[in-house]
């Protein structure tokens, strides 16, 4: 075994132990901690597939900005354990067989799929450098950039005039 397959097996279980635990805590402050930290572990699995920008954006936008507004959210909601709701044992029963019968549609859907013959040659090359994207952004693709960049500058400033008080 490659020390890539054994950092791919570890990002892996640390991957899905994260995205278990945020649907089994029961503090929502909790479950947005290990959901940041299988964000982490799915950046490190775009790393290892040689694609740098992707791991950098799910690290900036997922990780950081979109964490800090679900942690805002559930400041804003004070979830306590006396305002918290009784559920219904039949609606966790419902969530139980609807969660079974999606597990067997995708166990139905996958089961005779031969994986050995459809592995992709990913991580050689210069695909997902981000040498690579920068060079097509600013050639190729360098008139939708800018006018993407006045597009943005004027929603900030539009935003700013709004936020604005008299």
């Known amino acids: 075994m490659s020390i890539t397959e054994i950092l791919f ?10 995205a278990m635990m945020v649907i089994t805590s029961r503090n929502p402050i909790y479950s947005v901690l290990w959901l940041i930290l299988t ?10 597939l040689n694609a740098q920008f992707l791991a950098i954006v799910n690290i900036i936008v997922y990780a950081g900005a979109i964490m800090v507004l679900f942690l805002f959210v559930i ?6 354990k006396e305002t918290e709701p009784s559920r219904n044992r039949w609606l966790k029963m419902a969530g139980v067989i609807g969660g079974g019968c999606l597990m067997l549609v995708l166990v139905a859907a996958l089961r005779d799929i031969d994986i050995k013959d459809n592995i992709a040659n990913v991580g050689h090359g210069d695909i997902g450098l981000l040498k690579n994207l920068g060079k097509e952004l600013f050639t190729t693709y360098v008139v939708p950039f800018e006018i993407s960049s006045i597009l943005f500058l004027s929603a900030m400033v539009g935003a700013v005039v709004i ?4």
């Open 9 to 18: 097996a570890v990002l892996t279980v640390v991957a899905l132990f994260g």
């Open 39 to 48: 964000f982490f572990a799915i950046s490190g699995h775009y790393i290892l």
């Open 75 to 80: 400041m804003l909601m004070n979830l306590n």
């Open 163 to 166: 936020g604005k008080k008299n």
